[in-house]
């Protein structure tokens, strides 16, 4: 993959299964337990929290997915809108798949 960036160390606190077995045993809230992380980051826009260019592809990417919601909705309004003997046609909205929109937590772990 290269060399990293910079390399960070994350602290963060865990439960174990003991921890867990132990306060309910108890009848007390368990303990977590503290960890100790390094974790090497190799994209420039991870690093540098000022840089811009991530907020810029997201807002591309939320762009995009509106358009995409916008004409999947628009295919699910004719769909029910085309009548059949007068009456609308409900059923046919459910042959229409939504793609849940994903776009900026692509932008920050996939860009």
Do not use: C
């Not at 974790?39 to 591309?60: E, I, K």
Request: aromatic share 8%; proline share 5%.
């Amino acid at each position: 993959m290269g060399v990293p960036w910079r390399v960070v160390t994350v602290f963060d606190l865990r439960y174990s299964a003991a921890s867990l077995r132990k306060g309910r045993r108890t009848g007390r809230r368990p303990e977590p337990t503290p960890i100790r992380r390094t974790v090497a980051v190799y994209m420039w826009a991870r690093v540098n929290s000022r840089d811009r260019w991530v907020s810029r592809w997201a807002a591309g990417e939320e762009r995009q997915a509106r358009q995409r919601l916008r004409l999947t909705l628009g295919t699910i309004r004719q769909r029910v809108n085309a009548t059949a003997a007068g009456r609308l046609a409900l059923e046919a909205a459910d042959d229409v798949d939504v793609v849940p929109a994903r776009h900026r937590r692509n932008g920050l772990w996939l860009g």
